[in-house]
Structure formats: C-alpha cells, structure tokens
C-alpha cells in the first residue's frame, strides 16, 4: 500500500487569493488524482495529475481555477485560485501504483472567508 | 448523470448485527468494485474490492457480494462494532488507468 501526506492539513484563506496544496506520497506511484469533497458528501474528481505532461480536468473544472503540477512519480500539487467561499472544500490527494488501487491522503480542509 | 446509486443515505445498526450498504450501477464497462471507508477529518480508506467474475469476497467481517446480471453489488458487515461507526463509499471504475466514479455515501452508526 501507499501511504499519501498532504500539506497543510487545513487553512483559512481570504477570497482572492491562491492556496497551493502538496500532496507526498512514499513510494513511486503512476496514477494521482485530484478530489474536492464538501462535508458529507461524495468524492468528485477535479483532475488526473499526469508525470511529465498536462493535467487531465473533468468537466466543470479548469486549469486556470485549478493548476496542478506532477514533477516525479511522488508528489504534486493543487493550487486553488483567486478564492471565493465556494472553494470551502476539502480537497483530497489520491495515488495508486497500479492501474486499479487507490489511496487517499488525510485532506486539506480549506475555508475561504 | 450519476453512474453508481448508493443507498441507503444513512443507516443505524444495533452492536453485533449485520449492516448492508447497497449498491447500483448503469456502465456495463465497468470491472472493479471497491469499498470505501471514511472516519470523520480522515480520508478515505481503501476496505474491500471486487472484481465481477466473482459473487461474492469475504474479508474477515466485511463480505461484497455481486450480482453481474442485476448490475448490483452489496457491502455486509457482520457482528457490526461502533468501531466501524464511519461513512461508507461504494466505487466503480472501467479497466486500465481509468478513474472511479463514487456512490453519495452511506453514513453508518453502530449503537453500542
């Protein structure tokens, strides 16, 4: 199994700004993805962070709002900009070293005031 | 459109029965069935998966069972424990390096 850190482990933020959120994992892994989870409620995937080329976003996400960088096989971040209080969020980073298993970090739980 | 129909939303259990978290989905592409656990401030924990040429995976007091024909699969915890008091996600995923798509959740409670 991987175990998957992430940095900071929350933040209150003031809108307009932009929070960068690192997410470290211990061993080499070919998949990490990108998740945004309001308190009680599903996972949805913000975007595929791919080693070596551009991110892949779902649908309702961009790379302006939500640039993500993937230097090497083990870590990436999130960058949240110009926040607004719907960002309040918390945002999961998840990696896998085969094609089928996923791991979860503990979160960033984000409050834009 | 959601792919994976989770239910029930929430669910209360008395210590040592057995809770069922059901699970529906619509892509017949789809062939891997992992179970999710999630404790309050903590990310998801990967529990239990299942692959569909299978009916069933038991793993010590954590069965799925899957029925292919009815594109249906269930989560059974047996003895429950308010250990295992947590929200619950059932998940779907196609083959290769495709992504999960998540259920809504169950948000289970064991009474001691």
């Known amino acids: ?113 | 459109q959601q792919q994976v129909k989770q239910s029930p939303q929430s669910l209360i259990v008395q210590k040592g029965g057995i809770s069922i978290i059901n699970c529906a989905y619509e892509n017949t592409a789809f062939d891997y069935f992992p179970w999710y656990q999630q404790f309050p401030g903590k990310g998801p924990a990967l529990l239990i998966a299942i692959r569909p040429d299978v009916s069933e995976k038991k793993e010590g007091r954590f069965t799925i069972s899957f029925n292919k024909s009815a594109k249906q699969f269930s989560l059974h915890i047996m003895d429950s424990q308010p250990g295992d008091s947590a929200t619950y996600f059932c998940a779907a995923k196609g083959s290769g390096y495709s992504t999960l798509t998540f259920g809504k959740g169950t948000m289970l409670l064991v009474s001691p």
């Open chain 1, 1 to 113: 199994s991987a175990v998957i850190s992430q940095k900071p482990s929350r933040d209150i933020c003031q809108r307009g700004t932009s929070l960068t959120i690192q997410c470290q994992v211990d061993s080499q892994v070919t998949m990490m993805f990108w998740y945004r989870q309001q308190p009680g409620q599903s996972l949805t995937l913000i975007a595929t962070a791919n080693q070596g080329s551009e991110a892949t976003y779902e649908s309702g996400f961009v790379i302006d709002k939500f640039p993500i960088s993937r230097p090497n096989l083990t870590f990436s971040t999130l960058t949240v900009s110009n926040m607004s209080p719907e960002d309040s969020s918390i945002y999961l980073c998840s990696g896998g070293g085969g094609p089928e298993t996923q791991y979860f970090g503990p979160g960033t739980r984000l409050l834009v005031l």
